[in-house]
């Protein structure tokens, strides 16, 4: 897991805007490494990774600290990207033997520089000026979300929501596209927070 950790990053780890391949700090085996931050807008934060034996395998423990204050939307962010990083990209390099596929849909809004968009996102019809990458979450309690090789074109029309479970994503109806078609029964569009302001204009 330390060598995964400290001299394989370039295999398993998967950066979206705002990221980088973390720099290791420190490395002490079998058990302890600390990183250098990955997102590029918290330049100071340390990450401090723990591995303890589990079984066959083993748990890892992470720790994000910093001396800047987090606000807590942002934090719920970072833990759900640390989510992504550790239960999907690294448990890849074990599950699967090489790199994961890249994922055009990561539930993750670290790299909004403006946070009150969230308080003008809702309730109101938004158009995509861009490309904008799109998943389904079902509406009922599982809340499960499933992956599509799809995305809203240019001049496709979204009436935002309410806010994903995570607060990082926005549940949509579709009004208009020319691409996306019919949405299965009990599924919903899910957009990811950042594209608000960038992506998708004010209808």
Do not use: N
């Amino acid at each position: 897991m330390v060598d995964a950790l400290v001299g394989e990053q370039a295999i398993w780890w998967v950066s979206v805007e705002g990221e980088r391949e973390p720099p290791v700090l420190d490395g002490v085996r079998p058990d302890r490494v600390i990183l250098a931050s990955p997102f590029l807008w918290r330049p100071r934060d340390v990450i401090d990774l723990s591995i303890v034996p589990l079984g066959q395998g083993c748990q890892v423990h992470l720790r994000h600290t910093s001396d800047d204050p987090f606000v807590p939307l942002e934090a719920a962010a970072l833990r759900h990207r640390w989510g992504e990083h550790i239960d999907r990209d690294l448990r890849d390099r074990f599950d699967c033997g090489g790199r994961p596929t890249q994922y055009e849909v990561s539930l993750y809004r670290g790299d909004v520089d403006d946070w009150t968009i969230i308080d003008r996102v809702l309730d109101r019809s938004w158009q995509a000026v861009e490309r904008v990458p799109v998943g389904l979450r079902s509406v009922g309690p599982s809340r499960r979300a499933i992956p599509v090789r799809s995305a809203l074109r240019p001049g496709d029309v979204v009436w935002a929501g309410e806010l994903g479970r995570h607060r990082t994503s926005v549940g949509c109806l579709l009004e208009t596209s020319s691409e996306l078609g019919e949405i299965p029964d009990g599924f919903e569009i899910f957009v990811p927070l950042p594209e608000f302001g960038r992506r998708l204009q004010p209808a």
